[in-house]
């Protein structure tokens, strides 16, 4: 093998990356519009998701128009903020603000059991990166309609359980409030009671993650408390 | 040298570089390369053929890439280079996948991110693609590809159709009415460990056929 000296060694490693640099920025650019696309239709198939609707890639525009009938932004003291789209709304930027300056999105749906729920995307941390998710109340603004959570890099078979049917269906008919006061839902370990109308069960081998989903439930909903207060039955 | 060069594209050498991969120089099977990946996305068919095309892609064009630099990679970085042709292919590939099949890239997930430490690749640009002309390095890389390809999807068959009872997402024993008679779906065959078990069978299959790949 010929040897090289070390100028040629440095100039062949620049180029390389340089070129290789460009490449990628290129294929990135080029290839946003189709990807920003398909991460809305996933958000749109989510929230369908979340009040119990299960979705395809190919049906859900038309689902999410059936079902989704309004959507608008609140602030931290429960009053409507206009001229802000709630679709748009980067939870994740929210969350780095100031509680008095973010909005806050609520979207509203009817399921065809003629139940008039909202949806409000929740946020937080898992073990090893973000969890998201959308939780559904029933009109009388306590009970869990559904809810839909999903996560970037949690461990297949332990954390990542949390996006699995059987997870998420405990908590259909939970309770966020006692009376006037937040409690919002405890994920909890080694099992909730049947009973329990506060708590579900959480995941073996899986308590970062389900500790991260109890305080994204927690954080994120307790943000609406004036509103959800306000509009309850 | 002036032999090589007017060689036809498809010579007897060339063929042997895509076909060896399928049997006697099989990278699972036989070089035993690749089989973490080859757990982890092995339980539907639909992700394996995704892999498989994938990974088949990448050692391809990292196999043409660098036999075509080969002389003017320098010895001492050339594992660097290596591995930033790697990485440049397979994000290529994660962005491609992200924006035409998202079902399966979010599927895949960070498998698609580990073809970078995939061993096949690595280890075909080590052993052939740095002493080989562009062609020959990247018929191999395609034949080492679909070697590991085919082994994925023959996992993946069997494990879909005893662990979810489908193939390729379509209901095949209920159809056929197995359910009726009594067969539920094994659960266990989901399971990693069960894919290492398949490959193992594979390996014991293929032995017993070539006996020259047994060792003394």
């Excluded at chain 1, 040629?8 to 696309?37: D, K």
């Excluded at chain 1, 009388?140 to 990542?160: C, Q, R, W």
Aim: with cysteine; aromatic share 10%.
């Amino acid at each position: 093998m010929k040897q090289f000296s070390n100028r040629y060694i440095f100039i062949f490693s620049i180029v390389m990356v340089v070129s290789v640099a460009a490449l990628l920025s290129l294929a990135a650019t080029l290839l946003q519009p189709a990807q920003e696309r398909n991460l809305e239709v996933e958000k749109k198939k989510n929230m369908l998701e979340s009040i119990n609707v299960p979705a395809t890639r190919e049906n859900t525009e038309e689902l999410y128009d059936k079902y989704i009938t309004e959507s608008f932004v609140l602030n931290s003291r429960g009053e409507l903020v206009s001229g802000v789209d709630a679709f748009t709304v980067v939870i994740k930027n929210e969350q780095k603000k100031p509680l008095e300056d973010q909005s806050l999105p609520v979207f509203r749906a009817e399921p065809d059991d003629g139940e008039k729920v909202i949806i409000i995307p929740v946020e937080g941390k898992g073990l090893w990166g973000p969890l998201y998710g959308y939780v559904s109340l029933k009109s009388d603004m306590n009970t869990i309609y559904g809810v839909n959570f999903d996560h970037k890099s949690e461990t297949p078979g332990l954390g990542a359980e949390i996006n699995t049917t059987p997870f998420e269906s405990q908590f259909h008919g939970k309770k966020i409030f006692d009376n006037d006061s937040f409690i919002s839902v405890q994920v909890l370990k080694g099992g909730a009671p049947e009973s329990d109308i506060h708590g579900v069960d959480g995941i073996s081998g899986g308590t970062i993650t389900s500790n991260g989903l109890q305080s994204m439930i927690f954080d994120c909903l307790q943000k609406y408390n004036i509103y959800l207060l306000k509009n309850r039955i | 040298m002036d032999n090589q060069e007017k060689e036809p594209m498809f010579s007897a050498k060339n063929l042997k570089l895509l076909t060896e991969p399928f049997g006697i120089n099989n990278p699972i099977t036989v070089q035993v390369l690749g089989i973490c990946s080859a757990l982890a996305v092995t339980v539907k068919l639909k992700p394996a053929i995704v892999m498989a095309l994938s990974v088949t892609i990448v050692t391809a064009f990292s196999n043409l890439a660098i036999a075509a630099l080969r002389k003017y990679i320098p010895d001492r970085i050339r594992i660097i280079v290596q591995l930033v042709v790697i990485a440049t292919m397979v994000i290529l590939v994660d962005q491609l996948l992200k924006a035409y099949v998202f079902d399966v890239s979010k599927q895949l997930s960070v498998f698609v991110g580990l073809i970078i430490t995939n061993c096949i690749i690595m280890g075909r640009l080590e052993a052939f693609a740095m002493a080989n002309k562009p062609w020959p390095s990247f018929i191999d890389g395609i034949g080492n590809g679909a070697g590991y390809g085919l082994i994925l999807v023959v996992v993946s068959f069997f494990r879909e159709l005893l662990g979810s009872g489908t193939i390729y997402g379509y209901p095949v024993l209920e159809k056929l009415g197995i359910f009726n008679l009594g067969y539920e779906s094994n659960g266990m065959v989901i399971l990693p460990p069960m894919a290492l078990i398949f490959v193992g069978l594979i390996i014991w299959f293929q032995r017993s056929r070539s006996k020259s790949l047994i060792e003394k």
